[in-house]
């Protein structure tokens, strides 16, 4: 079984998650699961102006938004996705990157910012409640698609660095990125005027 790809060309934003969970993967769905806060996330900050859920995923396109997973093999744990599957995973989202040029990708997480730029964020910015990250340099030669990390929407990530991230931690940092992504189209490529 295979998910139908929830993204196309010309959108605002594509949401990039490591791999399906169980339940998404029956579903035939993205973060179906009911301790991912992903629908969540996106309307307590904005995003979408009704709260979506994984059956109804497809409106997404009607906010200029979509996903994508770096594997499409669904495990309890992303920390079960081999070294190879994300390298392979992350090739493949390039390409779609390239071919289809999203003005944004949001790495649902900081571990996926770190795949994506090969940068790790979290020795970048100590400060455990300043997650957001804004990657200024394109991520392909050939388009003009940013990056912006954000804490993930996963119910496993509720610490960083030993420290508690609660809910409320999590949606600041989405309602700055929708801010940035609704409201403006020229940004600074100094990271830290988004702190």
């Not at 998910?3 to 605002?12: C, D, E, G, I, V």
């Not at 179906?32 to 009704?50: E, I, M, V």
């Not at 409106?59 to 997973?69: H, K, R």
């Not at 964020?121 to 100590?126: D, K, N, P, R």
Request: glycine share 6%.
């Amino acid at each position: 079984m295979t998910r139908l790809p929830l993204f196309r060309s010309n959108q605002r934003c594509w949401f990039v998650g490591h791999n399906p969970s169980p339940r998404s993967f029956l579903s035939q769905s993205y973060y179906a699961h009911p301790s991912n806060k992903f629908w969540q996330l996106l309307y307590d900050a904005g995003f979408t102006d009704r709260h979506l859920t994984s059956e109804c995923a497809e409106e997404l396109f009607n906010y200029g938004l979509g996903c994508i997973d770096l594997s499409e093999r669904s495990t309890v744990s992303a920390n079960e996705l081999t070294k190879d599957e994300m390298e392979v995973g992350l090739k493949k989202i390039l390409d779609w990157v390239n071919l289809l040029q999203p003005q944004w990708l949001a790495a649902n997480g900081l571990t996926i910012g770190y795949i994506i730029t090969r940068k790790h964020f979290q020795q970048s910015y100590g400060d455990w409640g300043k997650l957001i990250y804004y990657h200024p340099e394109r991520i392909t030669e050939s388009c003009e698609t940013r990056l912006w990390v954000l804490p993930s929407s996963s119910g496993r990530a509720g610490r960083y660095r030993g420290k508690p991230l609660t809910y409320i931690d999590k949606l600041n940092e989405w309602k700055a990125f929708k801010n940035v992504l609704f409201n403006s189209t020229l940004l600074s490529s100094n990271p830290n005027e988004y702190q």
